[in-house]
């Protein structure tokens, strides 16, 4: 089988998204990148995460071809294309319908930092996209889902954000990997519970300073990060 | 045994409710009309999950005469036999007292569409029925359930929005088939779990636009459906 | 051993209800009374569900006094006495911390029908017991909350409604025996639930009909029930 | 390996906090401390628990200098020396992040005592520490994070109440040995939890009275405790 190790590096992350409890129905994907082959791997669409397997996974260039595969493609492939098109240094994108990022996603709300839970991933508020026009629901949907995240995340360092809430809709996350992103879906949908539940008992503005959202930030993703073992540069 | 196929299908169906954990205690029934032969395949009254097995299933006629079978049916099946007179294109009827379904009919709110989730399944607000009258209480209580919900859904297409909730009591949901209605009732109480939270969120008004109710039901569940696999109508 | 058919469903209970979930840490206890001869057999204080067995269980007589057993019985047994004493067709005392109850009871709020889940167990509003005061704390403690208790219940038939919140406390339920008791917290729990979503969703009085609630509740309780099989009286 | 003791006191307690759901992630420690020899063992940094074995267990002595181990020790160590430094009777210090005592955490608020669960495990409010100043975020930060705890806990017996939510941040614990320190991690989160929901019931003050906050702490910790077995201090 061509493009195993990509294949698998998806399937498994699909996999790991199932068991963390973020996905409801088959409404969940990862998609990861090879950049030097210029391919994509992802989640065959409406595919039951039991019966999945390697060859299943679906093989395309960056315009959506296919190049491997005898499925169909998750039906938000173009979303995660226009991901890798906008956002060079990320290698995989995760789409779920989690239940409280979504509830903020519905609520067209963005998700400030209120904690150090939010600091240890998130830089900065978790933005959420403008809604689409009409027109750009009837055509291109999909394509324009991605172009309003990039829209909504604008300058900020896709790394240091690596997550954005699509209004109407619901979180697309993305990560330097596959098991990265999914990750990053886990925290989000931590950090977007923990934040509706503090809003519930505040209505104050709770965002936290910005020497403690740098702190926490830098401790884990900074040059000089001092959490976990020196061997690994990131504890997932 | 007569009508052992279709008697397979409610049963299994029941089973998949009841892990679902959509069920409180033995609140729960689902059913199956075979319109071929005029009969409804019922979950007898007050049964544990663990101890049903096929020959349980109760078989009636439309007018609700046990055909076969040797218990008690479902205390509800007046309600699933009135729906099934009402929507000729239902094959499968499915109550229960989930949590978050529940809170909104009791409320006395519908749910309108806040979000794609909603959409995916709902093409439009998941209607709740007036209450009833003293005397529809006291009198064929159980048949005048099922008319309130039909008078909810009013000339909306049952298909298009396979729910309804009853007025201080909880929701009841349909499909083609057992196995599709299950599955509608999985996705209700979804959509309700994140509205309610969306809700919390912000007090506005959360409805999103036509243009996006009818992008992603069509995607589903339209002629041209770009979801799931080709030679699968529908993923379950 | 002696009492051992009472001791064995009074540890059956303690089981069902740890494996409900119902149970935070050890603050959970259920006894059953022979009122034949006078004793009562409950749950030792402060154990391990999982280490407990039938021996485990105290006996005691109506004055508290141990007949039978070598453990410290809980420290809740003068409440479960005194419920005994005040209703005289109960057959077993449940109490728990269980979190949606606990959280009624601690907002000092009775929780009225909203419902036909709550219909079909409690015949009216599940009542909150006043504030014990600072002269009934300080003597006889675990006594006056029977009393407030039965207070609270006042003419109403304990059979009818099943349960009452301890203010600042938590719930007591009842049944005619201890499984069905065990089953009364269960829905005390899902009922306290759906009634805590229904108000955050709605501020109104969402109290239902008499016609409704009667309804419901004759259906599974009355002479005349409908529900479940003939053969049974109720179904647990 | 020395310290074995200690260090397999620590891993059990660890697995226990992680099989409790308290955990998001890696974002959980226990740490329990010799006072005889002056050491300190302490969860690794950001190793996954499932794979951690008593050899990585971090010996440090009380300046934060790694005695035995070959791993980094857990970023937040700082923390937990300076409450040892502090609290002269505690044994044991856990951190988490879980999910309601966090919420109150970013929320700025203390969990007054609003029930007999809460009285059973802490004689009195909850403390929230005061925010940290940029100042103390830039230097010396893990230091100071203990430091404003030992602040907010005040005149209090850190026995009495054992735990305080760190603003914007989260709550630690401590308690006698490893075992129950995590036995109050677990409380805490209950009781954060019954609180989050009795407030949102009722806006009210819902603190109980002195007197009942009493009579329920010394029944389980006073010296005249009627609570568990005689020949057992406390259960756990």
């Given amino acids: 089988m061509k493009y195993s190790a990509l294949r698998k590096a998806v399937l498994d992350a699909n996999f790991e998204l199932y068991e963390s409890g973020l996905v409801i129905s088959t409404f969940g994907n990862v998609s990861a990148i090879d950049r030097q082959n210029g391919i994509v791997a992802i989640k065959p669409s409406g595919v039951s995460y039991k019966a999945m397997n390697t060859s299943d996974i679906v093989v395309t260039d960056l315009d959506g071809t296919i190049i491997d595969g005898d499925m169909r493609p998750s039906s938000d492939l173009d979303t995660h294309i226009e991901l890798y098109k906008s956002f060079k240094a990320i290698g995989a994108v995760v789409h779920t319908h989690s239940f409280y990022a979504t509830a903020?996603?519905?609520?067209?709300?963005?998700?400030?930092?209120?904690?150090?839970?939010?600091?240890?991933?998130?830089?900065?508020?978790?933005?959420?996209?403008?809604?689409?026009?009409?027109?750009?629901?009837?055509?291109?949907?999909?394509?324009?889902?991605?172009?309003?995240?990039?829209?909504?995340?604008?300058?900020?360092?896709?790394?240091?954000?690596?997550?954005?809430?699509?209004?109407?809709?619901?979180?697309?996350?993305?990560?330097?990997?596959?098991?990265?992103?999914?990750?990053?879906?886990?925290?989000?949908?931590?950090?977007?519970?923990?934040?509706?539940h503090s809003r519930q008992i505040s209505q104050e503005s709770l965002e936290i300073s910005a020497a403690l959202l740098d702190r926490h930030f830098q401790r884990k993703h900074g040059k000089s990060a001092t959490y976990g073992q020196p061997a690994r540069s990131k504890q997932v």
């Avoid at 609520?107 to 830089?123: E, K, L, Q, V």
């Avoid at 933005?127 to 604008?154: C, F, H, K, M, S």
């Avoid at 619901?170 to 923990?194: S, T, Y």
């Fill in 104 to 196: 903020w996603a519905q609520s067209g709300r963005a998700i400030p930092a209120m904690g150090t839970t939010h600091a240890d991933y998130f830089n900065g508020t978790i933005p959420v996209t403008r809604q689409l026009t009409d027109a750009e629901i009837r055509d291109d949907y999909v394509r324009n889902t991605g172009r309003v995240i990039a829209e909504a995340l604008g300058n900020n360092d896709p790394l240091a954000i690596p997550a954005a809430l699509v209004n109407d809709h619901g979180p697309f996350c993305w990560g330097v990997d596959a098991a990265d992103a999914v990750h990053n879906a886990e925290m989000l949908e931590a950090v977007a519970r923990i934040a509706f």
